[in-house]
């Protein structure tokens, strides 16, 4: 069975950076896009980030794109989400995914089948 745990998360002030990690167990996702989602208080969950399964394809929402950068390495099973720049409004659970997802340029989106971690807490504040 598949098991996806997140890291990396914590508190960090604006302009600052945090690097989560993903760790998948069960099967390997060589085959796989992966990515990230977010939910922040009150807010629907969002698509963050996607990866195609050679790396070579990267997927982001508009408000992050050219703060975040998406990587993954197969060896290790493991997805990354570097975050830079950060801003208040960053601040959610990150959640990786695994298929089945939307992975398009224009659409990061998840559904009841999804394969979800459990998330790590990200916050941005002074």
């Known amino acids: 069975q598949l098991r996806l745990v997140e890291s990396g998360g914590g508190l960090v002030q604006p302009g600052g950076s945090l690097r989560l990690s993903c760790a998948a167990s069960?099967?390997?996702?060589?085959?796989?896009?992966l990515g990230w989602f977010r939910q922040a208080p009150g807010k629907e969950r969002e698509g963050v980030s996607c990866?195609?399964?050679?790396?070579?394809?990267?997927y982001y929402a508009d408000s992050v794109k050219g703060r975040f950068t998406i990587s993954r390495d197969n060896t290790k099973n493991t997805v990354y989400l570097q975050m830079n720049s950060l801003k208040p409004e960053d601040t959610a659970v990150y959640h990786c995914?695994?298929?089945?997802?939307?992975?398009?340029?224009?659409?990061?989106?998840?559904?009841?089948?999804?394969?979800w971690g459990p998330g790590t807490q990200v916050a941005v504040a002074t």
């Open positions: 995914a695994a298929p089945p997802f939307v992975c398009t340029p224009g659409l990061i989106q998840g559904s009841g089948q999804t394969n």
């Open positions: 069960g099967r390997s996702l060589d085959y796989s896009a």
């Open positions: 990866i195609s399964p050679d790396g070579g394809s990267t």
